[in-house]
């Protein structure tokens, strides 16, 4: 085949170039698409975290707004109950408290509370408690509860419930942390549910119920009186029970004065009272009460422009000379004893099934 003149090109060349051009073209439209496609999935992926993350600050927002609404209304329900909560370090007993604690010992609120000042707060033998199981709570290395009386700052009287956790770090003491409660309401609710259990309403006295239990601890020095008013009915059926309710309250305050230091004074019946003296290893004291009784209750009781005369019989059983179960009874056969006698009068029991009047023995019951 003759050779082609030198500077011509073959026809079959051209293609040839053209193709590979034409491939380069193409590659380099392939890269500069896979670069645009890069950039809008990179564009994609940072919009898509940029609202990811745009959700979850919406979401921490929220949440720290919910819990702020919680905290707020954590602390007024709290502030409500009056509960706070107190922290004391150890061993240098520096304290932290909530409001609610400040506004319990009448302290400024937000001051760092000095444990000494507050420790006067309470009256001294609740202070001397508090102490004291405090003390064994850290030796012990457990929690406690107290209920304690405090004077605020400002002179307020309070209940307070006290309690308390002891945190450790290596078995060693660190803190003491937990609640202190205004608990007056709930004091004072206990206390009138237990005065109405225990006392009587018209008198202010022990009732019958409150007598019994007391009775029941009687020791063998003790001694038992019964006392009955004379000429009460008489003035309940001619003047009414309001009358006679004067009369009842008056032989109440008398009795209480007569017998200054006995260990119990009670109303057990309509007319009927009783006494206990626990140690009494004479019967002098429960001798010496019973005369003044009976001297007490002849003085007539002025009722408006009305005067009511009564008196009191007294009958006394030593629980030395009798069975627990048998005092009462005997007790209450000297007082009918007493009153058979002429009334006004003060009987003894004594084991010879016999009655004795107050200054006819000496000491022999």
Known sequence: MPEAPAGSRSPQSRPTRLGLSLAVVELAHRVVHAADLRRVDDAVTIAALRAEVAAQAAQIRSQSKA??????????????????????????????????????????????????????????????????????????????????????????HRWIRITATVERRGGVPVRLFGLKQ???????????????AEYDFLTGLANRAHFQSHLASLPETGTLLLIDLDGFKAINDAHGHAAGDVCLKEAARRLAV??????????????????????????????????????????????????????????????????????????????????????GRVRVAVPDRSFASVGEHHGGI
């Open 258 to 343: 007569a017998c200054h230091g006995a260990d119990l004074i009670a109303r057990i019946g309509g007319d009927e009272f009783a006494v206990l003296v626990m140690n009494d290893p004479d019967g002098s004291r429960a001798e010496t009460f019973g005369q003044r009784i009976v001297t007490t209750m002849r003085a007539p009781v002025l009722d408006g422009t009305a005067s009511h005369g009564f008196g009191a019989s007294v009958g006394m059983a030593r629980a030395r000379h009798f069975a627990p179960a048998d005092l009462v009874l005997k007790a209450d056969e000297a007082l009918y004893a007493a009153k058979a006698a002429g009334r």
């Open 182 to 196: 205004d608990i007056t309401e709930e004091k004072l609710r206990s206390d009138r549910t237990r005065y109405l």
């Open 67 to 156: 819990l702020v609404q919680a905290r707020t209304t954590f602390d007024e329900a709290m502030t409500a109950a009056g509960i706070g909560l107190w922290e004391c370090d150890l061993p240098c007993e520096t304290l932290r408290w909530s409001e609610p604690v400040f506004d319990l010992f009448e302290f400024p609120r937000g001051k760092v509370p000095d444990r000494s000042v507050t420790l006067a707060c309470y009256p001294e033998e609740a202070r001397r408690r508090l102490i004291e199981i405090r003390a064994d709570a850290l030796a012990c290395q457990s929690t406690f509860s107290l209920d304690t009386e405090i004077v605020g700052r400002k002179g307020t």
